[in-house]
């Protein structure tokens, strides 16, 4: 049954039969559990599998969120974020052409960002319908964020937010034939704090033989200092006036963490640094740095990241015209933040001879956090592909150009959604979203999204199209007026 109006598709996945959706030719099934819920004291334990049903179970809406924190108005402003309540939060869904158990169709699993804290797999601009409209099955996934993911306690296991996207990686190989899937052609892929963890997933012992592929766009493979997590959990411990363990901390109920959370987090920026909520190398899942042992990986990689990550965090807040006030000082700060020599600015001024403070001091933090360590991942790699990309199209929102996460509308080639303009602005251009979400789907199918992988020298391949109007002008950051 492919069609709109036939009967309600069904699989069996494992723990029992779930029934989905026929959304024009595409069978969408949301919300399956592929865990247990994380609750009472299991808050803070590694994931376990989730209790079989009997019957058939609805898998028609999105499952619960992961409990985060709301994003403040100057980012819900541009980034969808929504809030499905309920306890039952590990849960996934998946999008297919073909949901029999012979169609054998190539696998793309995707991980959400949000800085390790915030993000969902139900934001619309992750809707996986363009992808199984071109043969993938899509498989997108919500797990455990913030402390609860990422707190460092000495009665809980770490990094359970990875831990979480192993077992749903575990499900997906035991369950997605029954959708039409092939478990031998997974492909993983993320965005920011989700590259973050693609990155882990390459490194992670457990993960290994779980998928072919990976894609990680504007997140390199990282560990956070375990003392700066610790300083998290002791924000939170202190505000609670609870011990520093799991167990005082599932004690206290939700409600009151979130906001322990949203407090503690108030003197971290992801530009600035700080303490935050991240992964940690660890010697149960992660024994090894990140980076290395993605460098050491013989998994084909595409990544890359857009060309004004920084106009995201700096734009929306006016971190932008503070930076601009400072002028040389802003400059001379990020460099040393970023661990650049004075010839390296002399060289991005040379490149960029229209860019004020802001955008001087945003692109040498871009360099530190993205561009250098995934240009060194890309060149460390041996016997493994790795191709290179860099997005380069404008938003048409002024101030924000080639921003972090505006790639996202075009992989997935959601540019209708409504929430795609809020970051996009009107009239991204159709084509350019064909030809990235083609290339990760020829990557997926193939391994080869259209160029040839990166040698360690030469540009990148770039993405870019018609520029809006709104976009034209000064490299300088104009500052965002948001309602």
């Not at 043969?135 to 000495?154: D, E, H, I």
């Not at 003392?227 to 002791?234: K, L, N």
């Not at 015209?321 to 040393?336: E, F, H, M, N, S």
């Not at 870019?464 to 500052?479: L, M, Q």
Request: aromatic fraction near 8%; include cysteine.
């Amino acid at each position: 049954m492919s069609a709109a109006g036939d009967r309600r598709p069904r699989a069996a996945a494992g723990h029992g039969t779930v029934e989905g959706r026929w959304e024009g030719g595409t069978a969408v099934f949301r919300g399956i559990p592929y865990a247990a819920p994380p609750v009472g004291d299991r808050r803070f334990a590694a994931p376990r599998p989730p209790a079989a049903w009997d019957g058939v179970r609805d898998a028609g809406a999105f499952g619960p969120t992961a409990p985060k924190v709301p994003y403040p108005q100057t980012f819900a402003a541009l980034l969808a974020d929504p809030e499905v309540p309920g306890e039952d939060c590990l849960n996934l869904n998946v999008w297919t052409p073909d949901p029999a158990p012979a169609a054998g169709l190539p696998v793309m699993v995707w991980f959400h960002g949000g800085a390790h804290t915030r993000g969902s797999s139900a934001v619309p601009v992750y809707d996986g319908s363009a992808f199984a409209r071109d043969g993938v099955v899509l498989v997108s996934v919500n797990f455990r964020l913030g402390v609860l993911g990422y707190g460092l306690f000495p009665d809980a296991p770490a990094n359970r937010g990875l831990l979480d996207q192993i077992a749903a990686l575990e499900w997906v190989r035991d369950n997605i034939a029954a959708f039409g899937g092939d478990p031998a052609r997974v492909t993983v892929f993320g965005e920011s704090a989700g590259a973050i963890s693609v990155g882990a997933l390459l490194a992670a012992p457990r993960a290994a033989g779980l998928f072919a592929r990976a894609v990680l766009q504007s997140g390199a493979p990282e560990a956070l200092p375990r003392d700066g997590v610790r300083t998290m959990v002791r924000r939170m411990a202190a505000l609670l006036k609870v011990p520093a363990t799991a167990r005082a901390f599932a004690a206290a109920g939700l409600p009151a963490l979130l906001a322990a959370q949203a407090a503690a987090a108030r003197r971290s920026s992801p530009v600035l640094g700080g303490p935050a909520f991240g992964l940690v190398t660890d010697p149960g899942t992660l024994p090894a740095d990140p980076l290395e042992a993605a460098a050491a990986s013989q998994v084909p990689l595409l990544l890359g990241w857009t060309a004004q990550e920084h106009r995201l965090w700096l734009a929306p807040t006016g971190g932008a015209r503070l930076l601009d006030r400072l002028g040389p000082a802003a400059v001379a700060l990020a460099r040393l933040r970023s661990g650049k020599d004075r010839a390296a600015v002399r060289a991005l001024r040379a490149a960029l001879p229209q860019a004020g403070p802001a955008d001087l001091a945003g692109h040498l933090i871009t360099d530190r956090l993205l561009r250098d360590p995934l240009r060194r991942l890309a060149g460390a790699r041996r016997g493994a592909p790795s191709h290179l990309y860099e997005f380069r199209w404008p938003s048409g929102v002024p101030g924000l150009g080639a921003c972090h996460a505006l790639e996202l509308g075009f992989v997935f080639d959601t540019l209708g959604v409504p929430e795609s303009s809020w970051l996009a602005g009107p009239d991204a251009p159709q084509a350019l979203a064909d030809e990235m979400h083609g290339a990760w789907v020829r990557f997926a199918v193939s391994g080869d999204p259209g160029w040839e992988p990166w040698d360690g020298n030469g540009p990148p391949k770039v993405f870019d199209g018609p520029e809006p109007e709104e976009a034209r002008g000064a490299e300088a950051v104009t500052p965002l007026v948001l309602p």
